[in-house]
Every structure is written in C-alpha cells, then in structure tokens.
C-alpha cells in the first residue's frame, strides 16, 4: 500500500468517526412550540407485550391530539422512541441520549428499575417522571419527590383496593375475619413491593396472609400450587408479570384450585395473560385501572382517525382496546391534559418540565371532563395535588368470560387514608438521607 | 504489554516463586512504545475529556465501559491467567455492590475508599468460598459449579431484606459518591473517580500478572499436572486467583452501582451480565491486560453507534422494535467476523494491524527516508 493510499483510508475513518460523532451530538434543532414526548420503550425482549400495547396506546393518542385537535392550542406533540428492553442500563443511555432535545413534557418508563435509576436525574433537570399504575410507592409524596408521579394507583392501593373487593364479594369488611389469602408474587422488585402491605391489611381486618414466592420467571410452578393446594386459601392473588400469570391460571387448574377465586393484579390483568392460559382463565377476576375495549368514545376516534389513516402504532389491529392499549390512552390524556393545565397558567407555548410538572400537580379530572374527553367509563377520574402525586385513582375488576373482559365491579376506592402514614415515614426517611428539604403544599398553592 | 510473557510457554524454571522477572525489570527501564501509549491515553482520558465530553459521553458511554472494563480485567485474571472457566461474575459484581451499600449504610464515618477496599475483600472472600470446587473440577464443570454463585447470590439479595436496607422493593438507591469531603455526584466526578480506580487497579493487575505468582498462574493453565510436577502450589494458585478476580470484579460491582447507576438490584446482576463479562475477555482476548478493554469498548460502546447510526439512517422506517432486532443480527454477525479473523481476541488483532502498519513504514522509510533514518526506525 503506498502512502497516498493510506492517507486516503485514513481520511474515510475519519470522515466515518466525524459522522458518527455528529449524529450523537448534533444539537436537536429548535423548532417553535412543540412538546417532546421521549419514550424509553420496549418492543423486544421478554416484557414486549406490555410494551407494545402500553406506547402503541399512548403513540395513538399523542397522533390523535395532533391529526384531530392539531396539537395542543397549537403547540405540536412530538415523540421519538428508545428501546430498552426493560432493562435498566438501556434506560439510562436512552435518558442520557433523550434529554438534549428541547421541550421534554415529561419521562414515563414503564418500568420500576429505571424509574428509580433515572430519580435522582430527574430532580436535577427538574423534569417530571410518570410511573402510571406502579413505581415507587412513596413517591405519592410529592412533598419529597416534587417530579415523581406515580399517577392512578400505586402498589399499597392496589393492594387495598384488592382486598376491599374480595371483602364486598364475601359481604363486608368484617367478614374477612378468619378468612385465609394466597398471594403468589414475582420474585422481582416489583413483586416484593406490597409484602409489608398484605401483612399489614391482614392485622387490620383479621385474614392470614400468605405470601408465596414465584421465582423469576415463573414457568415453573407446581410446588407452589401444592402447597396452595395444601393450605386451602379462599382466595389467591395474582402479583405476576409476564408468562408468570397463564402458568400460574393453569396450574391452578391442574390442582384443581377454581379461577373465579384468584385475583389478578394490575399487571396481571390483560389478554395477553388470560390467553395462553386458554380454558383455565376462565372466571378469573383482575384489577384495572382502565376498563378494556374500545366502544369508548376516544376510542372510536382513534380507530376512525389515526388507524384509518393508516397511522395506527399496532400491528395487529386486534389488540386496539386491549389492557395495555387502553392503558398507554389514559396514559395518554393524563400526560396531555397535563399539559393542557400548565399552558393556562404559563402560555401556550413550549413549556419547560418544570412548568408540566406543575400541570401534572393539578391534574384534575373530575367524572365529568373525563367524559368531555370521551373516556368515561374507560377511567373513573383523577385529582393530583402538591402532596398526593398519585391523584386518588378508583379501581374496578373485570372477570375474563374466555373470550373478553367484563367489568364485574364499580369503581372502589383504595382505603388511601391507611396508607399515608405508611409512605409518609419512608418518603420522610428519604428526605433525610438525601436531604431533601419537604415541600409545605399549603404555601406552595397560596403562592400559586 | 504482557503477552511477550505469556504467549510463550513458560520454562519451568522461570517460573520459580522466588525469582525476579527479568522482562519486568527491563520494561520499567526504558519505556516501551506501550507504555507511552497508555500514557497518552492517560493524559487524554484525566485531562482533555472531562473539559470536552458532554453528561451523555460520560454517564452512557464512558462510566460503564469502565466498569465493565474492570469486570473483565478481573475475570481475566481467573479465567485469561489461570485458566479457571467462571460463570459467576456477575454474583461477585452484587457482593461488592452491595457490600459497599451496607458499609457506608451502616459505618457513615469510613473513608468511601476504605468502603471499596473492604467490599473488595468481601466480594473475595465470597470468591475464595465459590472457588473451592475449582480444587476438583476443571473445565466445564466448573463453569457449572460457579453457576451456583450466581444463582444463590442472586436468591440471597432478593430474599434477606437486611442487605437492602429492607426497602420493600428490594431496589435501594446509593448514597451520593463523595471521597474526602469532595462531592463527586456530577457525572464527570463519578467518570474521573471510576477512571482513578480503575487506573490504579489496572496498574496493580500489570505488576501482578509480570511477577512471578502472574507466570506460575499461567503454568498453572498452560498445563496444571506439569506445573504440580515442578512444585507449584496448584490449591492455593487457584484460591488466590478466585480470590483476586473477584477482588476485582467486586471493586467493578462498587463502580456499577456508586458511580454509573446509583441503584443497586439483585436483577441487574443476573446471568447475561456474568455472560456479558466473559464475552467481554473472549471477544478482547484472553490473559491480556489490554483485551478487557477492548472487548468492553466493543460491548458497550459498539451497539450504541449502531442504534445511533439505524436509527439516524433508518428510524423513520421502522419502529424501535425492528431496528433492535436488526441491530442485534449485525452486532452478532461483527463478532463472528472479528472471532474468525482472530481467534485470540480484538487484542491480538490489534497487535497484527499494528506489526503490519510499523512493518509497511519500516519499508517506506526504508526506501524514502535517509540512510540514519532506516537504522533507527528498527
């Protein structure tokens, strides 16, 4: 090889690193009022069901608002997506990698390990962090965690909400005395999260909790299924995620356990748990936070004007309506809503997180605008406040007939007046190991 | 660096324990083109990057190469070195982890230092316990028996709340990174303090594996009956090698959690990461200081020019979904690639590249340049 040629090879590397280069730190390009939605999802790996439906849903939304409503007064809602693979690493590249466009809205992960990975950051660049139907459960705290929201219903709810319903089903509270509880949890972060919960909620109303672990993944069963079989619980809570939830619905009937008896969580609620299961789904009862379907009215226009422009996110249109879909929707109008509250009080233009984050504080949402918004009955209501970043979310449960989900239940409450002390000591403690100085609401919305 | 003194059978009686390496006092003499490479790249590293590099440099890219890079330096020690297969890694990753967590948890007033040393010398210590199969097994069976490491570890953290602090998901966040009074919670603090550390390890690694205990490990992978012939103590060459790699590979689990996550969860260190770090010393290549690196660089840094450069070129027509996938073909069809052309790692590759390149000028300057000139070059 003679030098020229070298030099020239040489050359090309280098032209090669510079593009390279270039394309990770090309600036984003300013544009004029536009809000950025950065999506850390997840369409391949062993979660990418919920992934799939959850950003599908919420993609459908954001293009609903823009093609139908031309954004939001005029402000455009943008997206881009950054696969994760629920894993946390990939999480925080894509945090990293997202951030240095303009006009973050706001994050929503779907996922608890690169929600608490991504906390700290979040404080820093004053951006708020939505974990819908999970997360970190004292985060509900907004006094200590001011851009975490764990919106609709965080894991000690659904926990109480859970009980309540097997309560109304035996015929009160005081009939769970003496009354015997499975529940079968993940052997994961997220299904550990409610052991202190179920303990707790079992001294108040006098049950016997009893907490089996499912080994990560959970395909494999059969010895915790006997030793339900064993014990005779009355009822058995489903805290599964993933292949945990059909395995579990058939070894229940393999031992002849009935499914009508075991409750699913909230992630153990969608179609695409039921449906593996086949026969054995049949009767099992799920919490949501979201009705599935799509007679709703927001719905119908997202089939009529994103899907039938050919715009829709999922693949398979079957799966429009579906648990996840729906939920990746309501997803969808908590975070544009939020939006739409902060642009009254700061200006129709881009907002920074910050002012979301204060529109997402007073995300209220009574029965009667979720309706306007065409969701009612898709979701109860909403009510965010400086101190209560959940936003006092009801639940219902749907019973799965074999073919579809039906809603069996009203929308309940959570007993949310129990739980706040709970997550009151923990997000205290972690005020004050990461001195954290705790917001005064009472000032804080004098002064707005 | 230190290939020259592997990559050739050792004579048995180099190896002896009480002998001087030779090469070893030669190369602190005159500095080798080596050693003034990693100088540069020193100097680049403490003190032109951290003025130029950006939040997204640093935290995506740099602080976990780092600390995967150390992973793989000290499963190379077990594995490059001694020739001790362990599929464990990931496991000695939580014990430092976690045990630097609980130290500075429990006993506030320690130097954070002294809080790496010691979760160094517990991840070892849990090291030592794994290792003892490896006085029996070789081989595969081995791979399978540090499996147990990985799983039981895993199973521990999950299921003893203590180690978490009993934080009810099991996720614990770790406290801000200071040394010495000095904040290092921006993420240029956390890469420089990852770079010190590793630095400094790395340093001790290269000293270890040029001294005589370095050679008798590798008689001791090169072939274990003969070193046992000419005296070396085979048992405790293996401990003391469990024992330092998962010094290490602890050390690398403090700098995974303090300074790249600042979370720390038994399911970060699951089997693909311990899969992860030994590809990382097969793809860099083996008993080479320099393949941990490279095979880090290659796993860390290679799929994410990649997802940059699809989703640059091609993100407007496909989803994320399709793209990874892609992504992964590719990724997968480079390593194969990179294996056939050199079996024995990136590191090896590299040091042809390099004999090709100084061979070729070697020739030009032969031709072009002066007579002096030719005689020097050599």
Redesign the interface.
């Known amino acids: 090889?003679s030098?020229p040629h070298?030099l020239a090879l040489s050359a090309k590397a280098a032209l090669f690193g510079a593009l390279?280069a270039g394309?990770?730190?090309l600036p984003a390009a300013a544009h004029a009022d536009e809000q950025y939605f950065p999506l850390q999802?997840y369409?391949?790996g062993p979660y990418?069901a919920g992934g799939?439906g959850f950003f599908g849903g919420f993609i459908d939304y954001l293009n609903l608002i823009n093609t139908r409503d031309g954004g939001v007064n005029g402000v455009k809602l943008t997206w881009?997506?950054?696969?994760t693979?629920y894993e946390?690493?990939r999480g925080?590249?894509c945090y990293?990698?997202q951030k240095?466009k303009t006009g973050v809205a706001a994050w929503n992960p779907l996922s608890?390990?690169i929600a608490?990975?991504m906390?700290?950051d979040i404080a820093r660049d004053k951006v708020p962090l939505i974990t819908v139907n999970h997360g970190?459960?004292d985060s509900t705290d907004g006094r200590v965690f001011k851009h975490v929201f764990p919106l609709l219903l965080n894991p000690y709810s659904e926990s109480s909400g859970i009980v309540n319903y097997i309560a109304a089903r035996e015929g009160g509270l005081d009939k769970l005395k003496g009354k015997k509880i499975a529940v079968l949890y993940h052997?994961?972060?997220?299904g550990?999260?409610?052991?202190?919960i179920y303990q707790l909620l079992a001294e108040k109303y006098g049950f016997t909790a009893e907490q089996i672990e499912v080994?990560?993944p959970g395909n494999e069963q059969q010895s915790q299924w006997l030793s339900i079989r064993r014990s005779k619980p009355d009822y058995v809570v489903l805290r599964g995620w993933g292949v945990m939830n059909p395995v579990a619905l058939k070894t229940a009937q393999k031992v002849g356990f009935p499914a009508d008896r075991i409750i699913g969580n909230v992630w153990s609620n969608s179609e695409e748990d039921v449906i593996p299961a086949g026969d054995a789904a049949k009767g099992y009862t799920a919490i949501t936070t979201q009705a599935s379907g799509a007679d709703y009215p927001v719905l119908q226009e997202i089939v009529k004007t994103v899907y039938g422009a050919g715009k829709g996110?999922l693949d398979d249109k079957k799966r429009v309506g579906s648990v996840y879909h729906n939920l990746g929707i309501v997803n969808g109008i908590l975070n544009v809503e939020a939006v739409r509250i902060a642009q009254e009080k700061f200006g129709k233009r881009t907002l920074t997180g910050d002012e979301v984050r204060w529109g997402f504080e007073h995300l209220r949402l009574d029965p009667k605008r979720v309706e306007a918004l065409g969701a009612k009955g898709l979701f109860h209501s909403i009510n965010v406040t400086v101190a209560n970043h959940e936003g006092e979310g009801r639940v219902t449960f749907q019973q799965w007939d074999g073919a579809k989900w039906k809603v069996v239940s009203d929308w309940i409450a959570p007993d949310w007046a129990l739980l706040r002390p709970i997550i009151e000591k923990?997000s205290l403690a972690?005020a004050a190991?990461?001195g954290i100085t705790v917001r005064d609401p009472a000032a804080e919305d004098a002064s707005n | 660096m230190t290939d020259l003194a592997l990559d050739k059978p050792v004579p048995p009686n180099a190896a002896g324990p009480n002998r001087t390496a030779p090469t070893a006092r030669r190369g602190m003499v005159r500095p080798s083109p080596t050693a003034l490479g990693v100088g540069l790249l020193l100097a680049v590293a403490f003190g032109l990057l951290p003025l130029v590099g950006s939040e997204y440099l640093f935290d995506a890219i740099l602080t976990p190469f780092l600390a995967l890079a150390l992973a793989g330096l000290g499963l190379n020690i077990l594995t490059g070195y001694a020739g001790q297969v362990s599929l464990g890694s990931a496991a000695f990753m939580a014990v430092g982890a976690y045990a630097a967590f609980n130290l500075s948890l429990r006993l506030p007033e320690l130097p954070f230092v002294v809080d790496i040393l010691l979760a160094g010398l517990v991840a070892a210590a849990v090291g030592l316990v794994f290792g003892l199969p490896s006085l029996r097994l070789r081989g595969f069976y081995l791979a399978v028996s540090t499996l147990a490491a990985q799983f039981f570890v895993q199973w521990v953290f999950n299921k003893v709340g203590w180690f978490s602090n009993n934080s009810p998901s099991g996720i614990v966040t770790v406290p801000p990174l200071s040394v010495a009074g000095l904040a290092l919670d921006g993420s240029v603090g956390r890469y420089l303090f990852g770079l010190s550390v590793v630095s400094v390890v790395t340093l001790v690694v290269w000293r270890l594996v040029d001294s005589p205990t370095g050679r008798a490990l590798a008689a001791l992978r090169d072939h274990e009956t003969a070193a046992r012939v000419i005296g070396l103590p085979v048992l405790r060459l293996k401990l003391l090698a469990f024992a330092v790699s998962s010094f290490i590979i602890g050390v690398a689990g403090v700098l995974w959690a303090f300074a790249y996550l600042r979370t720390v969860e038994p399911a970060g260190f699951n089997l693909d990461r311990s899969f992860q770090i030994l590809f990382i010393v097969i793809i860099g290549g083996l008993a080479s200081l320099r393949g941990a690196f490279l095979g880090a660089a290659l796993i860390v840094v290679f799929p994410l020019a990649l997802a940059r450069l699809g989703e640059t070129l091609l993100g407007g027509l496909f989803d994320s979904g399709v793209l990874e996938m892609s992504q992964r073909i590719v990724l997968g069809l480079l390593i194969i690639a990179f294996l056939i052309a050199e079996p024995a790692g990136l590191s090896a590759l590299l040091d042809r590249l390099w004999h090709r390149i100084a061979g070729r000028l070697t020739a030009l300057c032969s031709r072009l340049c002066p007579r002096s000139g030719s005689n020097r070059s050599v």
């Open positions: 090889m030098r070298t390279l394309a990770s730190l999802s369409r391949v990418a799939t881009d997506e950054c696969e693979q946390v690493e925080v590249e990293k990698r240095s608890v390990g608490y990975a906390i700290d970190r459960t052997g994961s972060p997220y550990k999260e409610t052991i202190p080994p990560h996110n923990s972690y190991q990461h």
